[in-house]
């Protein structure tokens, strides 16, 4: 009789979906906070994308670093850039829930749009190395 063994590692394959479940809860709290929707949800789920936008921006900037440095600073990082922004928007008595979502996300994009377009300049450049 053989024994069917899985060697892979526990969990490997749930990542895609804990990260899209991220994505859904982090959209649903920027959209719910936009549309000024009112609900339980709209508090912690507009959290957790003023956290998880920058974070996710700022890692993936930070892609040099180990495992475990990467995320502190990412998430040090986005605490950091949510509190300029509150900082900003008061001294500039403009804020307002809405401002700072849209604030914070649009720096978010600001950090990520040109991480990603490195990356893919530097891949597109490998590709014609290697033809």
């Known amino acids: 009789m053989h024994t069917i063994t899985d060697n892979r590692p526990a969990g490997g394959d749930s990542l ?3 990260v899209g479940a991220a994505v859904g ?3 649903l709290g920027a959209a719910l906070a936009l549309a000024d ?8 789920f507009t959290l957790f994308f003023l956290l998880a936008a920058p974070a996710l ?5 930070l892609r040099g ?3 475990l440095t990467r995320p502190v600073l990412a998430v040090a990082g986005a605490l950091a850039l949510d509190l300029l922004v509150a900082e900003a928007m008061l001294a500039l008595r403009m804020w307002s829930a809405r401002g700072g979502v849209t604030a914070v996300g649009a720096v978010s ?8 377009l490195s990356r893919l300049a530097r891949r597109r450049r490998m590709t014609r190395r290697q033809d």
């Open 37 to 44: 929707v009112h609900s339980p949800l709209r508090a912690p």
């Open 65 to 67: 670093l180990d495992a």
């Open 57 to 61: 921006a700022i890692g993936s900037a």
């Open 25 to 27: 809860i982090a959209g």
């Open 109 to 116: 994009l600001l950090i990520l749009v040109p991480t990603l």
């Open 16 to 18: 895609p979906v804990i």
